[in-house]
């Protein structure tokens, strides 16, 4: 009885570590996370950072080239350069609207208020930090809702 105990045990911790490895999502390249993580504070260094990256970025998945294109907007406008146009949000936004991302989604959204606020299209960017708080109600991203708000 002991060792068919033990055996399910075994059966079913191996299960368990199989999908948590299958469920977890690819991670991003260190040097992507890092010009995320500069681009609040030190914009223009990120902005550096992404400019290199960006040969390198055209071979990565799609999750990862969203995420740069993300992280490339969120650099240029904490460097306060003017958005001139909307097509690199729209792709974002449609990226991570079809996956249901609901980590970045917030973000994108917010961003998208932000170009279309540059673009002088008030109503459309309102839509857009409204769509930003519905989707951040579970978020404990304190920071961008404190953004979004003002």
């Given at each position: 009885m002991k060792q068919g105990a033990l055996l399910q045990i075994y059966l079913l911790s191996i299960i368990l570590l199989h999908c948590f490895c299958g469920c977890e999502n690819r991670s991003y390249p260190q040097t992507l996370i890092s010009a995320d993580s500069l681009s609040s504070m030190n914009p223009?260094?990120?902005?550096?950072i992404l400019t290199a990256m960006k040969e390198k970025i055209a071979a990565e998945n799609k999750q990862t080239q969203m995420y740069y294109q993300l992280i490339c907007l969120k650099a240029k406008d904490k460097a306060y350069i003017t958005h001139t146009s909307d097509s690199s949000i729209l792709q974002?936004?449609?990226y991570y609207e079809q996956k249901g991302e609901k980590k970045h989604l917030p973000e994108a959204y917010y961003y998208a208020g932000r170009v279309y606020r540059d673009l002088g299209d008030a109503p459309q960017a309102l839509d857009y930090y409204q769509k930003a708080l519905d989707v951040s109600q579970s978020s404990k991203d304190y920071k961008l809702i404190s953004r979004i708000y003002s």
């Open positions: 223009d260094s990120a902005i550096a974002i936004l449609k």
